[in-house]
């Protein structure tokens, strides 16, 4: 007999339809989430009650039946119109529930044969299109004790449901073994009436002031998380296992007492320690996870099954290394400002916020907390009782999930997690690292938030990556210039996986061009996690007396320095011809009509257009009803841009053709070439930076890498700034014999080059010092209050006005380049066609050089390197509170990193006397 019974449904026809609603903004995020991976087990409810005493399995099922009739939402499916989702609540659903008899099985074999049942039944799929989605197994242990095992789609079904659902089935089957009528609440509203009062809800002003307050709140957010062990899919997987600790009954009063004390809840406690915790393990300024409150402000809901929860984002910012006790405090405020706004759908904060969509994570969060009671209250009905149990995990959602469970047996810490990502033995440290968290806290609360010691040493998953060096190796050794190759393993913290190869004798191309080839070639045969961080070029390997590789030393060894590869152009295999013209336009205006916007242009993204997941349901559906194509949600989270898109569902294969590099737009000008082994590398503005050769001494070459003469296309426009920075470090062609190099960039090409020497150094390029300019860290101005941001951005228009007026009266600058300096005066310019108002092609070409860095640095976040070589320099276009802030580079640079001035508003900043202030820093620091 199967575990997992299913009873025939009603067809169609037969099904009489009571009500049909909107479906509410967690249903609504159940539905994408299934679209994404129908019959996600991940967004199933698991629920384990022990059931001891004298009962019949018969009364059971029939008063499960009783609450099913009572819920209109247990009698629920889901139904799509034009790309929207709806509910609808039938009359009536065949229920049976499952009856598995283990009484005759020897003890042993029982109590896993109840979790391996237990684990297939939290895990069985459900049909959204099926009313009923809700499943009840009983397994008979014993003639006096048993286990319901009770599944219900999240959809219908949430945490306080189960509490609900324990004293309607408790109530009704012993009213039922005793002959009397149940007292039960009379239930005045169902779940469909709920929806249309919150769908009338986020149309009201009340949500508007919502959106005001998350939106400061969120806007610009770093996304957290913990790092894995094990590197990420392509998309989002939901396997899972949960380990737990059960705490002695004292932890329960000193918690509750430390609460008091503080003038906090349980839960605000809770969460002051997740987040401290967070914050030491990963050193990250802001910490961010999800929780959940029941939603169920109104009595009239209490007795209700449904899903009312709400996810809810707490952002906690460390600015200063304060005591358990403030931290605690300022947890509170704000723990109570987020439930001060807790009306806000995480779907619609998904859509508000408008993150960048990333297959493999959830959108703004990817860890989750909860503290709470157990839901269902151990209590006995009649002849029974229902006890509460610990559950199986059906699927993970969240990369971790950190849950507190209080129940009359004490409280118990539990850790979800997804096993793709985690090992169990870092889990078990981070489990062991959340009580010694509690342990401070409780025991000494003036104690800094620094005296919480981190473990170091989180253990390294060392299979997957030999298996990955492995095939790493047989590939590389197939190609025809290969004709020796090593596969090493950094050790942690670093980790990655490095290829050392020896060229064969009759290699015919230059050997600096060699590990690009190589990495072009493996692009073809390997997955991203696959690749290897980078190829060193040897003109033999090392081996050991025995004449085996000695791949001790390759670790050791300082090879040629190369410069890591361009990003690869799609493999030979996979290249496709482009749909036709008109597919493509009628694509673009369904676009355009669904996104409320004029037109669309091949290198639009769909979510940075305003796009979110319902309006990507409602194209789906229109492409669908369009074109004979079947396209997915996962497909465009993966391709959101309009021509990679439409490439994507309308292109055909054609024959493998060899595959053509992409032209690099980078271009090199040596302004100087000098007699020592120094060099300085200048990004873009050559014409700012080329003075700089005549200022340094003349053993330094200077080079400036610019784009001004490449074309600006849409494939170069939606690589990352990471790809730009691969790109940049090819066309430096780097001589092997270089000594010390020195990185120099203004404004967005300050970003860039920290990325450069980032990158330069995994290359073993010896990187001295990286100079930047009235460069902000990416991300920085965003999450300040948009009070602050309005403030700051006042000022700089006044210091702006300020500067530009006295350069003007002092006959500095001609009154029509004064003009252009203003956004205002110059589009007026512009619409009148004076001609000195125009962008000369110089000034062009560095405007749309500057928008595609900028577009490709929002997304870029620094390593946290600390880096004690970068040089800050400010202009008159900052003000000097920059300096204290370290233009907002945190710990991507050393605390004393110095921050020198320059006269001059930010480009005026490197005029003749500018260039000089410059290279006298650049001097100092290569004698230094």
């Known amino acids: 007999m199967s575990t997992v019974e299913s009873t025939p449904a009603k067809s169609e026809e037969e099904l009489e339809i009571v009500g049909e609603f909107p479906c509410t903004q967690t249903q609504l995020r159940c539905w994408i989430l299934n679209q994404l991976n129908p019959g996600n087990p991940a967004l199933n409810v698991a629920v384990r009650w022990e059931i001891r005493g004298t009962f019949k399995a018969s009364t059971i099922e029939a008063a499960f039946r009783k609450v099913i009739q009572r819920h209109e939402v247990l009698r629920t499916r889901f139904i799509e119109k034009d790309g929207q989702p709806f509910q609808q609540a039938v009359e009536k659903t065949d229920f049976k529930m499952v009856v598995i008899d283990l009484r005759n099985m020897p003890p042993e074999q029982r109590e896993k044969r109840i979790s391996s049942i237990g684990e297939e039944t939290a895990r069985a799929p459900f049909d959204l299109s099926k009313p009923g989605l809700f499943h009840v197994t009983l397994l008979m242990a014993e003639n006096d004790r048993g286990f319901l095992l009770i599944t219900a789609h999240q959809s219908c079904f949430d945490g306080w449901s189960i509490r609900v659902l324990g004293r309607e089935v408790g109530e009704i089957a012993a009213a039922i073994d005793h002959g009397r009528t149940p007292v039960l609440p009379d239930i005045e509203l169902q779940y469909g009436d709920y929806a249309l009062w919150q769908e009338e809800y986020l149309g009201s002003y009340g949500f ?29 997987t939901s396997h899972g296992d949960i380990i737990s600790i059960l705490l002695p009954l004292s932890f329960g009063d000193r918690m509750d007492a430390a609460a008091r004390k503080n003038r906090v809840s349980l839960y605000s406690y809770g969460a002051a320690i997740m987040s401290a915790m967070l914050h030491r393990l990963t050193n990250a300024p802001t910490v961010l996870f999800g929780s959940q409150v029941a939603g169920r402000e ?83 009905y009649g002849d029974f009782e229902l006890i509460s149990a610990p559950s199986q995990s059906p699927g993970v959602l969240y990369d971790l999930s950190f849950m507190m469970i209080g129940r009359p047996s004490g409280w118990r810490m539990n850790i979800e997690y997804n096993t793709d990502l985690f090992q169990k033995s870092t889990i078990e440290a981070l ?82 061009r060699l590990p690009a080839v190589l990495m072009q070639y493996l692009a073809t045969q390997l997955p991203p996690d696959a690749m290897p961080s980078d190829i060193s070029i040897l003109l033999s390997l090392p081996r050991t007396g025995g004449g085996t590789i000695d791949h001790a030393s390759l670790h050791l060894r300082d090879p040629l320095p190369t410069a890591p590869a361009a990003p690869q152009p799609m493999p030979a295999e996979s290249r496709v011809r482009k749909p036709d013209t008109d597919k493509i336009e009628t694509l673009a205006s369904l676009w355009s009509k669904i996104l409320g916007v004029p037109s669309v242009r091949p290198e639009d993204d769909f979510f940075a257009l305003g796009g979110h997941s319902l309006l990507a349901l ?41 595959a053509e590099a992409t032209p690099n737009p980078w271009e090199l000008i040596t302004c100087k070439r000098g007699s020592g082994r120094s060099a300085v590398y200048t990004f873009n503005h050559p014409f700012l930076f ?82 930047i300019i009235d460069a902000w860290a990416p991300g920085y101005f965003r999450s300040q209050p948009k009070i602050r941001q309005k403030r700051w951005n006042a000022e700089r228009r006044i210091k702006r006005t300020i500067y530009f007026t006295r350069k003007l009266l002092s006959g500095r600058i001609p009154f029509i380049e004064y003009l252009k300096e203003f956004n205002l005066t110059l589009a007026l310019l512009q619409k009148l066609g004076v001609s000195g108002g125009q962008y000369s092609p110089e000034e062009q070409a560095n405007a749309e050089v500057t928008e595609l860095l900028v577009r490709a640095s929002r997304s870029y976040r620094p390593a946290k390197s600390k880096d004690p070589s970068v040089i800050l320099l400010r202009s008159q276009a900052n003000h000097p509170r920059a300096r204290k802030l370290l233009f907002g580079w945190g710990d991507a640079v050393a605390k004393d990193t110095a921050v020198l001035d320059l006269k001059g508003w930010h480009e005026d900043s490197l005029s003749n006397d500018g260039i000089r202030e410059l290279a006298a820093i650049v001097s100092r620091k290569l004698d230094g």
């Open 298 to 380: 109104d009595t009239d809901l209490e007795n209700l099954i449904g899903v009312f929860i709400n996810n809810l984002v707490f952002r906690y910012d460390f600015t200063n290394d304060v005591s358990f006790a403030e931290h605690i405090r300022y947890a509170n405020e704000t723990l109570e400002a987020v439930l001060n706004h807790q009306r806000m759908p995480f779907n619609k904060l998904v859509e508000l916020v408008n993150p960048i969509r990333d297959p493999s994570r959830n959108p703004l969060i990817s860890i989750n907390f909860n503290l709470q009671k157990a839901f269902l209250e151990d209590h006995r």
């Open 618 to 658: 409602r194209l789906l559906s229109s492409i669908r009803e369009r074109f004979d194509v079947k396209p997915t949600l996962e497909l465009l989270f993966k391709e959101p841009t309009l021509e990679k898109f439409a490439a994507a569902i309308f292109e055909t294969s054609e024959a493998p053709t060899t």
């Open 208 to 236: 508007e002031t919502e959106k005001a307050f998350w939106r400061e709140r969120l806007t610009g957010a770093p996304y957290f998380e913990v790092p894995p062990d094990r590197p990420r899919g392509a998309v989002k």
């Open 431 to 512: 489990l062991k690292l959340w009580q010694d968290t509690y342990e401070i806290a409780l025991s000494n609360p003036d104690a800094l938030l620094s005296s919480l010691v981190v473990p170091d040493c989180r253990p390294v998953t060392s299979k997957p990556r030999e298996a990955h060096a492995a095939q790493l190796e047989t590939i590389l050794r197939t190609h025809p210039s290969v004709g020796d190759v090593a596969v090493v393993t950094e050790a942690h913290p670093a980790r990655r996986v490095a290829a050392f190869v020896a060229p064969v004798p009759t290699l015919s191309g230059p050997i600096d």
């Open 690 to 771: 080329y003075r700089l050769a005549n200022e340094l001494p003349d053993t330094v070459s200077v080079h400036n890498i610019n784009m001004f003469n490449a074309k600006l296309d849409s494939e170069l426009a939606q690589m990352s700034l990471e790809q730009i920075a691969k790109l940049a470090i090819d066309a430096m062609q780097i001589p092997p014999d270089t000594g010390s190099v020195a990185i120099v960039g203004l404004c967005v090409n300050g970003i860039l080059a920290m990325e450069i020497t980032r990158q330069l150094r995994e290359a073993g390029v010896e990187v001295g010092f990286t100079v």
